[in-house]
C-alpha cells in the first residue's frame, strides 16, 4: 500500500537499530516500540489503530519489518527482548541508506528461503501481509511477550521468602537433597544449603543465594559469596535482576571456586523443564499452563 514504502520501513528500522545498539543488553519490546514511537514522526496511517486490538498500525508495521531482520541474523528476540547482532552493528554502518539497509535484509531473508528449499515470494505489505509464515511469526513474539511479562511481574512480586521456598522446591524436581533454607532474618549470605545424597556426605555441597531484585549484580556483589563457597562447595547465584557482564566473567575465571549464575530465564526454564516433577503444592507457586498452536520455522 502506499502509506507505508520500503523507505519508510527502512528508516524505522534504522532508528530502531540506533536505539537498541546504545543499549547492549537490549530493551523489552513493548520499551523498544515505545522509544522508537517517539522518536520518530508517525504518519496519520501509522497512528491508526485497530478497533479488536487497540494497538497503532505501526506497531504491525515494525513487527513484520524485524522479520526479515532476525533471519538476516542481525536481530534477536529472546522472550520478549530485542537485541542487534554483532552482523545487524555491521549492516547498520554499512547501509546508511535506510531503503538500501532493509532491501538488505529481504534479501538475507530470500536467500535464508531458498537454502531452505523453499520458494521466494514477493516482498508483501507490512500490514496487509498474506504472507502466512511472517504472520505466524509475528503472532508467536506477541504471544511469548505476554505469556513472559505476566511470568516475570508474578515472579518479581513473590515475597522473598516465598522465592526462597520456589528456588528450594525445583532443586528438590533436579532431585537435589535440601538441607537448609534460611529463616527470615540474616543468613550469612547462604539462603539454600543442598547435596546430591539424602545425608549429605557426598561432595560437593551446594551452597545457595538467592536474590529478588530488580538490578543486575556486578562481581562487586559476588565476592561476599565467592567467599564463603569452599574448594568442596559449588555455589549458585540466583538474581531475578540477572548480571552484568563484569560479574558474569567473575564467575567463569573462577579456577578454584565453583559459581553458577542463574538468571530469571535461565530460573524460568529450568522449571518448566522439571514441572512434571515439581509437588502438586510447589507447582502453586508458578502454575503454568502449555498451550500448543503454530510457531514459525527455524
Not at 530493551?27 to 515505545?34: D, F, P, S, T, Y
Not at 511477550?145 to 532443586?171: C, D, G, K, S, Y
Not at 561432595?203 to 567467599?227: E, H, M, N, Y
Request: hydrophobic share 35%.
Amino acid at each position: 500500500m502506499a502509506e507505508i514504502t520500503r523507505r519508510r520501513c527502512g528508516e524505522l528500522l534504522k532508528k530502531l537499530f540506533e536505539i537498541l545498539i546504545a543499549t547492549p543488553d537490549g530493551l523489552q519490546a513493548r520499551a523498544a516500540l515505545e522509544k522508537l514511537a517517539s522518536s520518530v514522526t508517525l504518519t496519520d496511517y501509522e497512528s491508526g489503530v485497530y478497533e479488536s486490538t487497540g494497538t497503532r498500525r505501526f506497531e504491525k508495521i515494525v513487527r513484520f519489518a524485524t522479520v526479515d531482520c532476525v533471519k538476516a541474523g542481525w536481530f534477536l528476540k529472546i522472550k520478549g527482548t530485542w537485541l542487534v547482532t554483532d552482523a545487524g552493528r555491521a549492516a547498520y554502518t554499512k547501509y546508511p541508506d535506510p531503503e538500501a539497509f532493509y532491501r538488505e535484509a529481504v534479501r538475507l531473508y530470500r536467500a535464508w528461503r531458498t537454502g531452505r528449499g523453499e520458494k521466494s515470494s514477493p516482498v508483501s505489505d507490512p500490514v496487509e501481509s498474506e504472507n502466512i509464515e511472517e504472520s505466524v511469526s509475528v503472532t508467536f513474539e506477541q504471544a511469548e511477550e505476554q505469556a513472559w511479562t505476566q511470568i516475570e511481574h508474578h515472579l518479581r512480586n513473590m515475597n522473598p521468602f516465598e522465592f526462597q521456598e520456589l528456588v528450594a522446591e525445583l532443586l528438590r524436581a533436579m532431585s537435589y537433597h535440601v538441607s537448609w533454607i534460611s529463616p527470615p532474618g540474616k543468613d550469612g549470605g547462604v539462603d539454600i544449603i543442598a547435596h546430591s545424597d539424602p545425608l549429605g556426605t557426598k561432595p560437593p555441597r551446594i551452597k545457595i543465594q538467592v536474590k529478588r531484585v530488580a538490578d543486575k549484580i556486578s562481581s562487586d556483589g559476588l565476592k561476599s559469596f565467592i567467599a564463603i563457597i569452599n574448594e568442596g562447595d559449588v555455589g549458585l547465584y540466583i538474581s531475578t535482576g540477572g548480571f552484568t557482564r563484569d560479574a558474569e566473567d567473575f564467575a567463569r575465571n573462577q579456577e578454584r571456586r565453583k559459581i553458577t549464575l542463574i538468571n530469571l530465564p535461565r530460573l524460568v526454564d529450568l522449571w518448566k523443564e522439571y514441572y512434571a516433577k515439581l509437588e502438586d503444592t510447589a507447582r502453586q507457586r508458578l502454575p503454568l499452563t502449555p498451550i500448543y498452536f503454530l510457531t514459525p520455522k527455524d
